[in-house]
């Protein structure tokens, strides 16, 4: 499904990743854990190319680039198997929640609008957010938005969903709420990559916990 080797990146003489090999299985649910500055959340974004590493490999399910010879079309292929939930929701202010979720279908899908609007408020009442599709971001709780975040990711039909501390800005009233939805996506069988403090999630519902220490994986098990 996902298999990572050698990889590294760098911020000027930062060595953030030095050299990780790491893989998912379809249907699993890992959790990146560890220190801030481990390197989480930058392995999560080099997984779609948000980060562009200097050296190693990607392969999601038959979608492989090296970063020694990388072209637009690998990155744009790389980028169709996933799909990102981010910490700090990343909603466009000026649209409905319903157009920030069919945003990417019609731009990027080249889905025509009635049928981006369905499968977009299918997506919405999936995440119990079917009444708020007429909402913009200002009128929603943080908790609301997420989930918001989280339709979006789903519409587009991704192989692995990368949620990057999808709880951390949430006020603690909300973090169930949000989790809620992950461990409902989790039960349908959806290959999820989380970066997360959360450990009531990582207990709960992780099925593989990663530990990341100054750039490299330092151990991996179950969460027991």
Same mark, same amino acid.
């Given at each position: 499904?996902?298999?990572? +080797?050698?990889? !590294?990146?760098?911020?000027? $003489? ?6 990780? /090999?790491?893989? @998912? !299985? !379809?249907?699993?649910i ?30 999601? /399910?038959?979608? %492989?680039? $090296? ?5 637009? %079309?690998q990155? %744009? ?16 202010? +000026? %649209?409905?929640?319903?157009? +920030? ?17 369905? !499968?977009?408020?299918?997506?919405? $009442? ?10 913009? #971001? ?9 989930? @918001? ?6 519409? @587009?039909? #991704?192989? @692995?969903?990368?949620? /990057?501390? #999808?709880?951390?800005?949430?006020? #603690? ?39 990341? /220490? ?7 098990g179950?969460p027991?």
């Amino acid at each position: 499904m996902i298999e990572v +080797n050698g990889l !590294k990146k760098s911020y000027g $003489d930062n060595e953030v990743l030095r050299g990780v /090999d790491f893989s @998912v !299985k !379809k249907g699993e649910i890992v959790t990146l854990i560890g220190p801030s500055g481990a390197g989480k959340t930058t392995l999560l974004r080099t997984l779609n190319w948000l980060d562009a590493p200097k050296a190693g490999t990607i392969r999601i /399910d038959d979608a %492989r680039v $090296d970063a020694s010879h990388v072209t637009k %079309r690998q990155i %744009r292929s790389l980028r169709e198997k996933t799909a990102m939930v981010f910490q700090h929701y990343n909603l466009f202010a +000026n %649209r409905t929640a319903l157009q +920030n979720v069919t945003e990417g279908l019609i731009t990027v899908k080249k889905m025509n609008r009635k049928q981006a609007e369905s !499968k977009g408020k299918e997506m919405l $009442d999936r995440v119990g957010l079917l009444d708020k599709a007429d909402a913009y #971001p200002a009128f929603l709780s943080g908790g609301q938005q997420q989930r @918001v975040g989280i339709a979006r990711a789903l519409a @587009v039909d #991704p192989s @692995v969903i990368l949620f /990057d501390e #999808p709880t951390s800005a949430l006020d #603690p009233e909300w973090v169930g709420e949000v989790l809620g939805v992950m461990n409902e996506i989790a039960s349908d069988g959806m290959t999820m990559v989380v970066v997360s403090h959360e450990m009531r999630f990582v207990r709960s519902v992780a099925t593989r916990v990663a530990f990341l /220490d100054e750039g490299v994986i330092v151990e991996e098990g179950t969460p027991e």
